[in-house]
């Protein structure tokens, strides 16, 4: 298997833009996760999925930020307007319900907003 | 709320010597705690995912163990090598199972 797919791996963008984020989650896996990550935050969890069905998205920091998941191959995390403090690597993970629930990490995304 | 603790935060030994890596959470009631490893610009890697009924897990010259009563968990990396050289993370999941919430992990390097 591939692994959980992102892209884009680097994205640089100006204040204001629209910034959508992709994942594509391990085959089989019914959970996925967007993490973000922050030298002075850590990791955070902003939402995660259940069978394509959000089930908390507590830790979206603002409306500005939306994500979806219109299949069970592929999510986007999309910021519209994007601001300088987005500026932070996004990840994506999936895992299975049943099990260990055991989370695998894709490679991430940088984010960097001017 | 939980909160899960790492320390130290950085940690330098040389080659060779064994490691010692503590992560500690507040709720004991967890359903389990899982290590990462995360190499500079990378993603995370899964290390061992010991059950909340474990006492331990091993992979290799990695060894986790795991006391609920006292909200602890410990990574034990034997014979350091500087390949070792990475942050290493704990997370536990919330009451739901699979929400993690992440120590600020341990960033470790190992001398040649």
């Known amino acids: 298997d591939a692994g959980v797919i992102q892209s884009p791996r680097h994205e640089v963008t100006e204040m204001g833009q629209e910034v959508t984020l992709r994942c594509k989650p391990i085959s089989g896996h019914n959970s996925l996760f967007w993490y973000r990550q922050t030298m002075m935050r850590g990791l955070e969890l902003l939402i995660y999925?259940?069978?394509?069905?959000?089930?908390?998205d507590s830790g979206m920091p603002e409306d500005r930020f939306s994500a979806k998941m219109p299949n069970a191959s592929f999510s986007t995390l999309k910021i519209q307007p994007s601001e300088p403090r987005d500026s932070a690597v996004y990840f994506c993970?999936?895992?299975?319900?049943?099990?260990?629930?055991?989370?695998?990490f894709g490679p991430g995304t940088r984010l960097t907003v001017l | 709320k939980q909160e899960v603790t790492q320390i130290p935060a950085a940690l330098s030994v040389p080659e060779g010597e064994n490691l010692v890596l503590n992560c500690s959470f507040t709720?004991?009631?967890?359903?389990?705690l899982q290590w990462f490893r995360q190499d500079p610009g990378k993603g995370l890697t899964s290390l061992l995912l010991i059950q909340s009924s474990q006492r331990e897990q091993t992979s290799g010259r990695l060894n986790a163990s795991l006391d609920k009563s006292s909200g602890r968990s410990t990574l034990y990396i034997a014979a350091s090598q500087p390949g070792d050289s990475a942050t290493y993370l704990c997370a536990v999941p919330g009451a739901a199972g699979n929400k993690l919430t992440f120590g600020g992990g341990t960033r470790v390097l190992v001398k040649p």
């Open positions: 709720d004991s009631a967890i359903y389990n």
């Open positions: 999925f259940n069978n394509n069905v959000p089930i908390d």
């Open positions: 993970a999936s895992g299975a319900l049943a099990g260990h629930n055991e989370q695998f």
